[in-house]
Structure formats: C-alpha cells, structure tokens
C-alpha cells in the first residue's frame, strides 16, 4: 500500500496566518490527491481533489498545489473557522491510503 | 437535501458479525461509487471499501478482506457493510461516503478520481468482551 506521510502532524497558527501542510506519497501518484478537513465530533468535509481542484463552495483561501510525490495544501489566512485536523488521501491505486492528519490548533 | 444516514453500529464480542447500512436520499444513488470509511477512536481516517455503482466492482483494505462485505441495493437506495469475525482494532466510527468520481485528462487518457463529497455522521462500532 502507499504510504502517506503529513507534515507537520500539529502546528499552531493565529488567524491571518498563512498555513502549509505537506504530504509525501511513498510512490508517484500522478494528480490523484485529494484534502479533507474534520472537526471534533464531525464528519470529514472535502476540500480539494485532484490536488487543485476547490471543491464547490469552499473558500479560495484554500489551494493545493503538486504532484508527484509532493503535494502542499496552503490556507492563504487562516480564519477562525479553519482550526482543525487536515487529511490528505490518495486515490492513484487500491488500497486508498490516508495521511496520518495535521491538527491545526490556536496559537 | 442530499443525505447520508448510517445504522446499525453498536456493541459486539469479538469473534461477532454485524451489518452496517446506510440510507441515501435527495440524489440519484445508483449514479454514484459509495465507499465506507472508519475512524478508531482518537485515531486519524481509514479507507476501508468501495463499490461501484452497479454493484459489479468492489475493494476492500487489506485488513477486512475477507471478513468484511460492501454491497448496495439501488432499488432501495442503501449501501451495506457486512462485518464478520470482528476485531477489536475494528472499533471505529464507521462513515459511508458518496463519491462523484471527477474526471481528468493525462497523458492522452481519463481517469477519475475519488471526492467524496457527502458523508453520514457515522455509526459507532465497538468490539469488546
């Protein structure tokens, strides 16, 4: 399986902040990324797919640039809204294949 | 109101079976890849299985293959997950998703993509003596 490593696994930010996350596939997976954000208590909410694409109705404070191996999902600044965990997922083969998940918490 | 609702988590001895459904409403089902995702408590997400739309194509983790059985009944609009000889490491929070699978272009081919845009708020399924 294709193993997916995040980067940082938790980082501190305040609002306005610009955020970065990393995830590394252990393989080339052409495009076939995607990012899903969760909250406590709540189900995943997609992001972005295809490494770049913003899903429908979700804020253009989010991109995700890459390919590869390397992929970056960037929050422009950071609004109060956005702490939480952050998911990479790999769609390029079976079996799908999450990172382990960057909480983003309150300086 | 495009909807997910899962049913029939609970607890269960190791060694146990039990069935998972989830229930769609306000959109076509039978258009739609469903895939269940879980997640152990205080752990990050799992894919675990997917199944095409017609029923015809399934995958499945390596850790549930095997044991576990993803089907759908698109007269119904439902999407099951039939857990056998349970685990205690099979203790999640059990998701099913809907998958639009969006197509890109590369290379001169098309492939699609998971995007799993509406999700259940989860069962809880718990393995213990």
């Known amino acids: 399986a294709i193993q997916m490593t995040q980067s940082p696994s938790s980082l501190s930010a305040s609002v306005g902040d610009r955020v970065t996350i990393t995830c590394r596939a252990s393989?080339?997976?052409?495009?076939?990324l995607g990012w899903y954000q969760q909250k406590p208590g709540k189900a995943p909410k997609l992001l972005i797919y295809?490494?770049?694409t913003l899903q429908s109705g979700v804020p253009s404070r989010f991109s995700g640039s890459g390919s590869g191996t390397d992929f970056t999902l960037t929050i422009s600044s950071l609004q109060p809204e956005d702490f939480a965990t952050y998911y990479c997922?790999?769609?390029?083969?079976?079996?799908?294949?999450f990172g382990q998940g960057t909480k983003v918490e309150v300086k | 109101e495009v909807q997910l609702v899962e049913s029939g988590g609970g607890l269960v001895q190791p060694g146990g079976s039990l069935r998972l459904s989830c229930s769609a409403s306000?959109?076509?089902?039978?258009?739609?890849?469903m895939t269940w995702l879980r997640q152990a408590p205080g752990k990050g997400l799992e894919w675990v299985a997917n199944?095409?739309?017609?029923?015809?194509?399934?995958s499945y983790v390596d850790s549930v293959n095997g044991r576990f059985t993803i089907s759908r009944d698109n007269a119904k609009n439902s999407l099951y997950l039939q857990m056998n000889s349970l685990r205690v490491e099979d203790t999640a929070v059990y998701y099913c998703?809907?998958?639009?699978?969006?197509?890109?272009?590369?290379?001169?081919?098309?492939?699609?993509?998971?995007?799993?845009?509406?999700w259940g708020q989860g069962t809880m399924v718990t393995v213990s003596s």
């Open positions: 199944i095409r739309r017609d029923g015809s194509v399934k």
């Open positions: 998703a809907r998958d639009f699978s969006p197509a890109y272009y590369y290379d001169s081919n098309t492939y699609y993509l998971d995007a799993f845009d509406v």
């Open positions: 306000g959109f076509t089902f039978s258009n739609f890849w």
């Open positions: 997922l790999q769609d390029y083969n079976y079996p799908r294949t």
């Open positions: 295809g490494t770049s």
């Open positions: 393989q080339g997976i052409r495009n076939d």
